[in-house]
């Protein structure tokens, strides 16, 4: 079907010159799942562009992208746009943006039916209702007149699938399908590609920086590592036993449900500016030697039954990925549960917050009676999925949103207008708000472009009222701790990598030395083996004794790795609160059930009590005001569900809440029999 | 198929969007900036390269043609054209500029106010410029003089007030973007003040655009000016001044003495044409970095 041979980009620019892909040779069989993994600036986006044609100017190929046995590279026109049309269909990887807004989705897809496919339009709604189903669309002749912005993100991406699927292409190209969406979509959504290879013999090309989750549906994966195939084979033997080196630091650095622990691979991708004569992943590699630095490995086949896995190794690793070859596990340990007779550096009382609508009444219920104490050593780890209102709970700790009802302290002090409370006012709130620091999800966004990196780290110093030599001062004694070079002080954001601007926003909440510091998902902007450099960083910071962290994550396994204690927040209410280990070992709540069993786990850590709670797909956003907020997805809802609102409840260590948790072992086992 | 691996020829390099943008933009930069640091050392070097004064009257020859001692002529006053031209640059180019930066200075502080307090004072601000900018800028600006009187710092004022508009719209919705931004929320969480928030985080973060916008400002100022001398609400009559020469001369055109009217307008058309260039290259380089 596709055939890529020693395919090599060179891209010209005024000022440089980079290889985006270097001797790239891969196929992709009818029928046949491949995912193509590798870091950002490996080169995924760029093979995806290479077989559709679409290279950016100044780029010179070689080698030859073979589709049904035409070659891409010398197609004319015409001819591309017909193999864009019928031969090769791309899904974005923001699938709103992909969709025109002005026009329904329904629309959108007869139209492509009605031109590339020659139907009539009676027929072609028809074929489009279909698609729709095909791609589990829940409701799908209502679907077809829908805005896209009516549409949630996995609906705007199954929408996305049927359009690329909708003209019947030999190849469906998947461009980061998930990114952006919750674990349990995330499966969703990609068993959809599974099934169309396996229900029309499509090939399908899957890109992923995860080759954890795409795992599952794919028959072969490709590893990419600046530009350069490092590793390709079945994907379930790569997976588990992965030989090349960076491909076993991927995967190492990718946080476990199972608690292993992250191994972080220092160093970043290098930007290669020619085909490289050495190996790329030199640098950064722990077994390599001098010939290493020299030459470029070849790619050869591994022994394998299949026949079909080769990596470009001098020095191929074996066996599966253990705790033993972790040096350094990014694991906490200080003393947990002594806590509590601190006094607590947060309080958060029943606390609601209602964002009311600009027009008229009603408004959006982020926060529905959350209740959490944390004290001063203590780091609590807050999980959910997207809209479940973990980012209005950091705001609210922030004092950048007031509660609607309720009450929320820093210590001890409040940081806005709430009711019966006083609030400080002028410099004295400035210096109060210094005590609580937030580490934004967006590490560039965050720090103010215009500023330098100086300027903004030394913020939270200037409300405290130290003079600029003092400033300094401790501003270079937190770069030490960053590990950030002093020649960073003077660059602005732009220039900075992710993982570098990261650090400076850890090092602009450390400075001040505050009571209290919340990472607002610090790592899901990041690459995967930045993520575990970062992630290594924070586990350092919240060790501090003398401070309180909140974690906040839609990643589970992030949590796992450093925080004492987790609550897990589903519709803007705490349904499970406890010891981390405890909860991710022994989750009580159906929510935390289905979260856990939906997270990908590598080999070897088995899933918590074997069957797993399979939620009812496709939420349609019920606004549960009365009973559990889960009751319209919940396989196990009664009457009482939906009726009685749900408390937290003591469950042994942990508390969840929901009343049939005593019941809920013997439920599930009668779920997996039953199916 | 496995015979076929001999690597292609490299297709030949096609044109770079990126490249062909900032050198195109480069070169109206270098082009504007050069034009108008001529009329600048013009209007410096006046006294130097020209004999006669501003408004020196030689009664000897009054609408002389060009040549002789008198290089572009005289005008029916009997003063010279060449000088004058010269020396008027001076007062063009200060009024043009000297306007634009009082419009820049306002305009961004209204603008930074309103966006950042939003609400009610944003509404009363932003109704107060809708109702400026409702006014066709003549019958503002008469209205201004009228008000004000004549005098080159009036007319400053005059021609400030017609352009600051303008900039507190654009300065305000920009810090309306940016203040959704989590640079904000972070200078708000490391506790800056509402002063420090504007002055060291959305001030420099809000200015692309007015960076942009106003060197072509100036050349519609220098429009405006002389505008508002033809119309006799600029300066007073023997002051050097392009729009006044204009409509001084404008009578002897009519009778075939093109050099009382011509020379003035040229330097005006130079001018103005110098703040384009630059202004739409400015342009053109912000929007090639924003690619």
């Known amino acids: 079907m596709l055939s890529i041979e020693n395919l090599s980009v060179l891209i010209h620019r005024p000022d440089r010159q980079v290889a985006a892909l270097s001797d790239v040779t891969f196929a992709v069989r009818p029928g046949e799942v491949v995912g193509l993994v590798g870091e950002s600036g490996g080169g995924k986006s760029m093979v995806a562009r290479a077989v559709v044609g679409l290279l950016p100017g100044g780029a010179h190929t070689s080698g030859r992208v073979l589709f049904d046995g035409a070659d891409v590279l010398r197609m004319d026109e015409a001819a591309l746009a017909a193999h864009r049309g019928r031969g090769a269909a791309i899904c974005f990887q923001n699938p709103r943006g992909a969709l025109s807004p002005t026009r329904t989705v329904g629309r959108q897809l007869v139209d492509r039916l009605v031109t590339h496919q020659a139907m009539s339009a009676a027929r072609a709604r028809d074929a489009a209702r279909e698609l729709f189903e095909a791609v589990g669309i829940r409701s799908p002749q209502r679907r077809l007149d829908a805005y896209p912005h009516e549409l949630s993100g996995g609906m705007a991406q199954r929408v996305m699938i049927s359009l690329a699927t909708g003209c019947a292409p030999g190849l469906l190209i998947a461009d980061e399908p998930t990114t952006g969406l919750d674990v349990t979509l995330t499966r969703e959504i990609l068993r959809q590609f599974r099934r169309a290879a396996d229900a029309d013999g499509r090939s399908v090309l899957l890109i992923s920086h995860d080759l954890a989750s795409i795992a599952e549906v794919c028959d072969r994966v490709v590893v990419l590592y600046a530009g350069t195939v490092v590793e390709s084979g079945p994907a379930e033997q790569v997976f588990r036993e992965p030989a090349h080196p960076y491909t ?21 991708m290098p930007l290669l500016t020619r085909v490289p004569e050495n190996c790329p992943f030199v640098t950064r590699c722990a077994y390599a030697d001098a010939t290493c630095a ?35 596990p990014v694991t906490l340990a200080g003393d947990r549960g002594a806590a509590e007779t601190k006094p607590a550096v947060l309080e958060i009382d029943d606390a609601h917050v209602v964002y009311r609508s600009r ?39 922030m004092g ?3 509660p609607t009802s309720g009450s929320v302290t820093v210590a001890g002090q409040s940081l806005v207008k709430q009711p019966g409370r006083p609030r400080p006012r002028g410099r004295e709130l400035r210096r109060l708000r210094t005590r609580a620091q937030l580490v934004f999800q967006d590490p560039i966004g965050s720090l103010s472009p215009r500023r330098t990196v100086a300027d903004s780290i030394a913020e939270p110093l200037r409300a405290a009222g130290l003079a600029a030599t003092e400033r300094a001062a401790r501003v270079a004694a937190v770069l030490d701790r960053m590990e950030l070079d002093r020649a960073i002080l003077g660059r602005y954001p732009h220039e900075l990598s992710g993982g570098q601007a990261q650090r400076v926003g850890i090092a602009r909440a450390l400075v001040g030395e505050p009571d209290l510091i919340v990472f607002d998902e610090p790592t899901s902007a990041l690459d995967v083996t930045v993520q575990a450099q970062i992630l290594a960083v924070i586990a350092d910071v919240t060790a501090d004794t003398d401070r309180a962290s909140v974690f906040i994550s839609h990643d589970l396994a992030t949590v796992r790795g450093f925080a004492d204690r987790v609550a897990v927040l589903y519709l803007g209410r705490v349904v499970e609160e406890g010891p981390v280990d405890v909860v991710f070992d022994d989750p009580r709540h159906p929510y935390t059930r289905a979260l856990l069993a939906s997270a990908p786990r590598l080999g070897g850590t088995p899933a918590p009590d074997g069957a797993a709670v399979q939620l009812v797909k496709d939420l349609e956003e019920a606004d549960a005001t009365a009973g559990c907020p889960l ?14 609102p749900q408390h937290l409840q003591s469950y042994g260590a942990s508390r969840a809440a929901c009343w049939r948790v005593p019941e809920l072992t013997a439920l599930i086992g009668k779920q997996a029999t039953t199916p | 198929m496995t015979d076929l691996r001999t690597a292609g020829p490299a297709e030949a390099p096609k044109a770079v969007r990126g490249s062909r943008d ?77 306007a634009v930066a009082l419009a820049v200075v306002a305009g961004t502080l209204l ?15 932003m109704r107060a410029v809708d109702i400026l900018q409702a006014f066709p800028t003549f019958i503002l600006a008469l209205a201004v003089a009228a008000l004000l009187g004549n005098g080159t710092v009036n007319l400053i004022i005059t021609i400030a007030v017609v ?19 989590p640079f904000v929320d972070a200078a708000v969480t490391s506790g800056a003040s509402t002063v420090g928030i504007l002055w060291r985080h959305l001030l420099p973060n809000s200015l692309t655009p007015v960076r942009v916008i106003a060197p072509l400002n100036c050349g519609w100022a220098m429009l405006t000016l002389a505008g508002l001398s033809f119309l006799g609400l600029g300066v007073s009559i023997p002051t050097a001044e392009w729009g006044a020469m204009i409509s001084l001369g404008a009578a002897d055109v009519v009778g075939g003495r093109w050099w009382t009217s011509v020379p003035p307008g040229l330097a005006l058309f130079v001018s103005v044409l110098g703040f384009s260039l630059l202004g739409e290259g400015l342009q053109e380089r912000a929007n090639a970095k924003r690619r």
Not at chain 1, 308 to 318: E, G, L, M, R, T
Not at chain 2, 111 to 125: I, K, P, S, T
């Open chain 2, 111 to 125: 603008g930074l106010v309103a966006g950042y307090r939003g609400g009610w004072l944003d509404d009363v601000l």
């Open chain 2, 163 to 181: 352009n600051a508009p303008a900039y507190a719209r654009l300065v305000r919705a920009e810090v309306r973007t940016q203040r959704e931004l």
């Open chain 1, 359 to 397: 027009f008229g009444s009603g408004g959006h219920h982020a926060l529905r009676g959350v209740s959490l104490r944390l004290a001063a050593g203590e780091t609590l780890g807050v999980v959910g999925e997207s809209g479940c209102g973990k980012s209005t709970l950091a705001k609210l700790i």
């Open chain 1, 631 to 644: 009751a319209a997805r919940c396989p196990f809802v009664t009457e009482t569900c939906r009726s009685q």
């Open chain 2, 22 to 98: 900032s050198r195109f933009s480069r070169v109206l930069i270098i082009t504007g900036s050069a034009i108008l640091m001529l009329v600048a050392a013009a209007a410096l070097g006046a006294p130097l390269v020209s004999s006669w004064g501003a408004t020196e009257i030689d009664p000897a020859s009054t609408l002389a043609a060009p040549g002789g001692s008198h290089l572009l002529g005289t005008d029916s006053n009997g003063m010279d054209i060449w000088s004058r031209v010269l020396y008027a640059a001076r007062l063009d180019l200060g009024i043009a500029v000297a």
């Open chain 1, 400 to 402: 950048l949103v007031a």
């Open chain 1, 248 to 268: 076993r630091a991927l995967l190492r650095s990718v946080p476990d449900v199972g608690g292993r622990p992250v191994v972080a691979t220092p160093g970043g």
């Open chain 1, 294 to 328: 020299t030459r470029r490995p070849p790619t050869e086949p591994r022994t394998d039954p299949s026949g079909d896995w080769s990596v470009a190794c001098f020095h191929p690793q074996a066996g599966a990925i253990g705790g033993a070859e972790a040096p350094s």
